[in-house]
């Protein structure tokens, strides 16, 4: 249960920043990813994410299995 709070809490998040961009800065997310540009950006970005987390997997898997094995079990 805990796990879908924090889910829950970064889609609000989200969705209140966009809807600030929108607002304050006239901004909208659904136009700039219709443009050429804008397609070309989104897949630029995916392709560095998808490169950085190649790198990060393991590390970060390593890690976080550390600090399950310190947590208290239930």
Do not use: N, Q
């Amino acid at each position: 249960m805990e796990k879908d709070k924090g889910f829950v809490g970064w889609l609000i998040l989200i969705v209140v920043a966009l809807a600030f961009l929108k607002y304050f800065l006239d901004w909208d997310i659904f136009a700039a990813a219709s443009s050429e540009k804008g397609r070309a950006t989104i897949d630029y970005t995916l392709e560095v994410l998808s490169v950085v987390w190649s790198y990060l997997r393991i590390p970060i898997l390593f890690v976080w299995e550390r600090v399950l094995e310190l947590l208290p079990s239930k």
